[in-house]
């Protein structure tokens, strides 16, 4: 009988639990009697997966902040390399987290392992030089989005766009009044409020976000407060902030806060498409360590945040970073969209969120894992 195919995946945060457990499901599909090891959160274990080390080991953004944990980041990524070059894998899938899964993919490339990027490296945006190293590193790279795939076929990398998963998940049309339900909100306005899944951001964005909410309930006194945090250490961190803001806590259900939501207040990442899914207006905030932001301001060749920023001819979402986040900014924009003379306006946000949500729905997982079982039958033949 023969051995059951080895995937090793390495996820590095929350967005990446979220790839790699769709893409764990395509992939079984495809191979029964697959074996999945590596590190991966709650989504990929629950699909299978044997997790090495906590997911949350690899979940540090910014270039101070990684400073801080890169004895411990190598040391993991040392004793990945250690396992598999002692028992390769018949395939190793980096998901995100470049910095990481780019080195470990090319320690593993050396000895003749497969090896596959889920989530294009942002190259077009930044250290463009790069894409020479993961050139020689990996086999194939899987993008999400139409422009990064260009970007790669015109440096000579193997590539497949394969859309976005959220856009394969969330219908066209969410239904608001069932996520109210679920949540137990009344009728009337609603503004929701997710500061992120990072400690650095909820505790760098989450008060800006409370008092922008309490600036909104004084000027709207019907606005009902959905805070949705990604975890228990958020709801723990900005329970004690609320002092008098009556709020509903949505801790751990970010997708049904945004659907029952009427506007958003986000913390910039893969949250900003999803929200775009969910055809919602937004404010995107972002904060970083200040000697971060003042490295990266000089780096990054891109003028915007957020993804549908990014993804459109031109801006849809208001953005907001470091010094521009204050609640003051953050109210103004969100009473903007709370105020019902807006609806026309509302209408064609909603349309133009309509039309990015028909160009990701690509196949996500499924289209991902077709292009690996094509990339293990090449390296077969």
């Given amino acids: 009988m023969a051995k059951p195919l080895r995937i090793a995946l390495v996820a590095g945060e929350l967005s990446g639990d979220i790839l790699g457990a769709d893409l764990m499901s395509a992939l079984r599909i495809l191979y ?3 074996e999945f090891e590596g590190i991966g959160g709650p989504r990929m274990q629950a699909e299978g997966m044997t997790s090495f080390f906590p997911m949350e080991k690899l979940s540090v953004m910014g270039l101070v902040e990684v400073l801080k944990h890169l004895p411990e980041l190598l040391g993991i990524r040392k004793a990945l390399v250690k396992r598999w070059h002692a028992e390769p894998p018949d395939i190793f899938i980096g998901i995100d987290a470049p910095d990481f899964n780019l080195g470990l993919a090319k320690r593993l490339h050396r000895v003749g392992i497969k090896t596959v990027h889920y ?3 942002s190259v077009w945006a930044w250290r463009q030089g790069r894409v020479k190293g993961i050139k020689r590193s990996i086999d194939l790279m899987l993008t999400l989005f139409p422009f990064e795939a260009r970007f790669y076929q015109q440096a000579g990398v193997p590539v497949c766009f394969v859309g976005h998963p959220l856009a394969e998940q969330l219908p066209w049309q969410p239904e ?3 996520a109210r339900e679920q949540l137990s909100l009344a009728e009337g306005p609603v503004l929701a409020l997710l500061p992120g899944s990072r400690r650095s951001e909820v505790s760098m964005l989450g008060p800006a976000f409370i008092e922008a909410a309490r600036l909104c309930k ?12 990604a975890n228990q250490w958020g709801e723990e961190f900005l329970r004690p902030l609320l002092a008098d803001l009556p709020c509903q806590f949505a801790t751990g259900k970010s997708q049904l806060a945004m659907q029952a939501a009427d506007m958003l207040m986000l913390a910039s990442g893969t949250v900003t498409l999803e929200a775009a899914l969910c055809k919602r207006p937004m404010v995107v905030a972002y904060r970083m360590a200040s000697w971060t932001f ?8 891109v003028p915007h945040i957020a993804l549908p920023n990014l993804l459109t ?3 849809l979402v208001r953005e907001l970073l470091q010094d521009e986040v204050t609640p003051q900014a953050l109210a103004h924009e969100a009473l903007h969209w709370l105020e019902g003379e807006h609806q026309s306006e509302r209408h064609v946000l909603q349309q133009q969120f309509l039309q990015l949500h028909q160009q990701l729905r690509q196949g996500g997982g499924k289209t991902a894992a077709a292009a690996i079982a094509k990339l293990l039958e090449s390296s077969c033949s």
């Fill in 32 to 34: 029964p009697h697959a």
């Fill in 119 to 121: 989530v294009n490296p």
């Fill in 176 to 178: 608001q009044s069932l």
């Fill in 218 to 229: 004084q000027a709207k006194p019907e606005l009902q407060i959905v805070l949705a945090p």
């Fill in 294 to 301: 003042s490295i990266l301001k000089r780096l990054v060749k």
């Fill in 313 to 315: 001819p031109r801006p």
